[in-house]
């Protein structure tokens, strides 16, 4: 069989595959009696509660959540992080509100957020326990269009942590509420059941095309198949992160790996963990927990985290051959420990943060800056030519006829003043002072103070839409500083200004005196700290060896295709 044959001989069996499971799907919710006026009346009164979730730090995040109380709290997927992300909902209704974030869950994948509104709708709750193999099911969600988004299939089997449904789950789903045929929320949609992890879809702010949405094909698949966390869980986390921000979780400080024969084998032990406290030893095979036959990692896991902090459980471990009995005391999974595990599973839902920058050399301790300590002031000696001026714009230009880019107006003239003399007069425009441009009066008076009284400048300018250059003396004009004398004599300011400067120097060396005890003390501080800093790189250096060596245990196992949990 040639390909072309090949693959219209798949199509036609893929065809006939969905017509058989549409019809399959069809013919049980018939059976089940529910009519589609019942499903429009489940929708109408379940969809005011659900909500669009958006994180937004660069890239957007999208995914539904749902209302489950009347302040506001909100429960989605782990879609959001503590990372100072801004987090916007946005209501059946379209009203958008801002929202913080409470925590998460790492274990079931549940994050819970409180919308700044508070007047929103809470969904009603059921019983997943009430659940059974067939029973119906509907996910009502929130479409890329903001419209209502409705799924509906059956209960494929119930656990107590999870239940496995047959819908089909759409992009954007994830955390969309499962109800019953009365509109009550019996679980939260986590994902499809064949990749375990939640669907999202993203577009960064600066792609927005068309609808908004630049969705990830990769990210976001379709499935006959879904995982929902039962209402009870929701329920139970919401309550504990409610009140303590946070859900604690038995830890056991061990990396897990199910080795050739697909049993779970400890691959690495975390230093002052549980385990390393009860002599557990890298090697070691789990067999049963607490008497249960450990059947898989996943399953070990979940039989960890779901314990207490500082519960006692037993555990049947294989090490060299011998079988034998340990028991530990379990510690609390560390929320960092959690943080990363979130960010390894889904590094597209969790970017690395940027990494802190350490300096190899630590700067030397400031010094206190040179003070310049200016002469004691008496009088002053200026520049000048006896012109105000101000520089205008290039409309203005053209209305006095300059041609040139810039130019200075002359506002005022000083009477008598050199300038007068020259024949300068108000509404001239000055171009050019010795052959260079002037645009700003900064520039003018820097070229007239560094003449001398005496010296002639030549002005270009232009009056009257012509251009003329004339010469101008620069004079200069003594001022006194203290402007006021009282009705004394000069001799009794020159005695005062002396005495005043005297006092000035005494001070000045009273304050070189103290400035040098507290660079003193500024150098001895230095010196700690770069004590100090050696110490703390050293210890961080030590730290990251470890973890390197760590790393490089788990790479091994990677290299070999098998997954690493930790717990």
């Keep these: 069989m040639n390909r072309t044959n090949h693959f219209n001989f798949n199509l036609k069996g893929l065809f006939v595959w969905l017509v058989v499971l549409t019809f399959g799907l069809s013919s049980q919710v018939r059976s089940l009696g529910l009519e589609e006026s019942a499903i429009e009346d489940v929708a109408k009164k379940v969809f005011p509660s659900v909500v669009k979730v958006e994180t937004r730090n660069g890239l957007v995040r999208v995914a539904t959540g749902v209302v489950i109380d009347k302040d506001g709290l909100i429960v989605t997927t782990a879609l959001v992080s503590p990372r100072n992300e801004k987090i916007i909902v946005t209501t059946s209704d379209g009203k958008r509100t801002e929202a913080k974030f409470l925590g998460l869950d790492p274990q079931t994948h549940l994050a819970f957020i409180q919308a700044r509104e508070k007047n929103l709708n809470p969904i009603s709750l059921g019983k997943a326990e009430k659940l059974s193999p067939g029973s119906w099911i509907g996910v009502i969600s929130i479409s890329p269009e903001n419209t209502p988004a409705v799924t509906q299939g059956i209960v494929s089997s119930v656990a107590a942590d999870k239940l496995r449904l047959n819908v089909w789950v759409t992009r954007g789903a994830s955390g969309s509420p499962v109800v019953n045929k009365d509109g009550q929320m019996v679980g939260l949609l986590r994902g499809i059941y064949t990749e375990d992890q939640p669907v999202i879809f993203e577009f960064r702010e600066k792609e927005v095309v068309g609808s908004g949405y630049v969705f990830s094909q990769a990210e976001a698949p379709s499935s006959g198949m879904a995982l929902a966390i039962p209402i009870e869980i929701v329920k139970s986390v919401s309550a504990e992160i409610k009140e303590k921000g946070k859900v604690s979780r038995g830890w056991l400080g061990v990396s897990i790996s199910e080795n050739e024969k697909g049993q779970v084998e400890i691959v ?96 030397e301790a400031p010094r206190a800056p040179e003070l310049r300590w200016p ?193």
């Design 268 to 363: 690495d032990i975390r230093q002052d963990s549980p385990a390393e406290l009860a002599g557990l030893k890298e090697g070691d095979i789990i067999l049963k927990v607490e008497g249960q036959a450990v059947a898989s990692s996943a399953m070990f896991v979940a039989a960890i985290r779901s314990r207490k902090p500082g519960q006692d459980i037993k555990l049947e471990v294989e090490r060299k051959g011998k079988v034998q009995e340990v028991k530990v005391k379990l510690g609390e999974y560390p929320e960092e420990e959690a943080r990363r595990e979130l960010e390894l599973r889904y590094p597209r839902l969790f970017p690395p943060l940027p990494p802190e920058v350490v300096p190899e050399k630590v700067p």
């Design 375 to 567: 002469t004691w002031p008496r009088w002053e000696r200026r520049k000048y030519i006896g012109v105000y001026l101000e520089a205008i714009n290039k409309e203005l230009l053209e209305y006095f006829g300059v041609k040139e880019e810039r130019g200075l107006l002359v506002t005022r003239v000083t009477k008598e003043g050199p300038a007068d003399k020259a024949g300068i007069k108000v509404g001239d425009v000055i171009i050019r002072v010795d052959g260079m441009s002037v645009g700003s009066v900064d520039k003018l008076s820097e070229i007239i103070q560094d003449k001398k009284k005496g010296d002639r400048v030549k002005i270009e300018l232009v009056r009257d839409k012509k251009t003329t250059t004339l010469e101008v003396e620069v004079a200069e004009e003594e001022r006194e500083r203290l402007s006021w004398d009282f009705g004394l004599s000069p001799e009794y300011w020159e005695e005062f200004s002396r005495q005043l400067e005297r006092q000035y120097q005494q001070s000045r060396e009273v304050y070189e005196k103290l400035n040098q005890k507290e660079l003193e003390k500024m150098r001895k501080m230095g010196e700690e700290l770069h004590e100090l800093s050696k110490k703390l790189q050293k210890e961080q250096k030590e730290i990251y060896e470890k973890s390197r060596e760590q790393f490089d245990k788990l790479k091994k196992f990677l290299a070999k295709d098998r997954l690493v949990y930790t717990v």
